[in-house]
T-cell receptor
Framework: NAGVTQTPKFRILKIGQSMTLQCAQD?????MYWYRQDPGMGLKLIYY???????DKGEVPNGYNVSRSTTEDFPLRLELAAPSQTSVYFCASSYSQGLGQPQHFGDGTRLSIL | TQLLEQSPQFLSIQEGENLTVYCNSS?????LQWYRQEPGEGPVLLVT?????EVKKLKRLTFQFGDARKDSSLHITAAQPGDTGLYLC???????????FGKGTRLSVIA
């Protein structure tokens, strides 16, 4: 019963490097989300997707890119990593964005940029 | 942009005490959810409230949605160390938009 799987769990990057955070879900959910969580700041939405081939910006999209080629996968790409992108990144999925539908979260990727 | 304000930001209490945390907004939400997040893990849904004035109970946790659907509270009776964690409220407005999360209340229950 995997749910939402995020890899890697931890990563240290140098300023200017690029990387892709992976997210996969096995619940056949159409909706997927990427959040970042900074200390004391709750969850901020980076990008989301309502289905394969469709993505949209959230509150803090700058410096990130996403793609959704399949229902299962929703990778988050960081180009030219900056110290301000040091954070914990969570991927989530849901059946819909309708009334009361829960989001299911992965365990996060802890990213440090030095 | 809709905002959800949670209070208090931090709360440290002794085992067995009661507590209430709040989630307030100036906007109306069609539904509101409460999540609990433990260290090193993602948030996990506790409850969803949909109807104004609705009260839901989950063992020692009581959730209430305000009559005007702008606020919610979480009351914990006889807190246990296992209740320690970050409690997040999240709301959906009337449109097909993503959840908006509050910043959370970090609860520590000391044995």
């Amino acid at each position: 019963n995997a749910g939402v799987t995020q890899t890697p769990k931890f990563r240290i990057l140098k300023i200017g490097q690029s990387m892709t955070l992976q997210c996969a879900q096995d619940m056949n959910h159409n909706y997927m989300y990427w959040y970042r969580q900074d200390p004391g700041m709750g969850l901020k939405l980076i990008y989301y997707s309502v289905g394969a081939g469709i993505t949209d910006k959230g509150e803090v999209p700058n410096g990130y890119n996403v793609s959704r080629s399949t229902t299962e996968d929703f990778p988050l790409r960081l180009e030219l990593a900056a110290p301000s992108q040091t954070s914990v990144y969570f991927c989530a999925s849901s059946y819909s964005q309708g009334l009361g539908q829960p989001q299911h979260f992965g365990d996060g990727t802890r990213l440090s940029i030095l | 942009t809709q905002l959800l304000e949670q209070s208090p930001q931090f709360l440290s209490i002794q085992e067995g005490e009661n507590l209430t945390v709040y989630c307030n907004s100036s906007s109306v939400f069609s539904s509101l959810q409460w999540y609990r997040q433990e260290p090193g893990e993602g948030p996990v849904l506790l409850v969803t409230v949909v109807t104004g004035g609705e009260v839901k109970k989950l063992k020692r946790l009581t959730f209430q949605f305000g009559d005007a659907r702008k606020d919610s509270s979480l009351h914990i009776t006889a807190a246990q160390p296992g209740d320690t964690g970050l409690y997040l409220c999240a709301g959906v407005d009337s449109g097909n938009t993503p959840l908006v999360f509050g910043k959370g209340t970090r609860l520590s229950v000391i044995a």
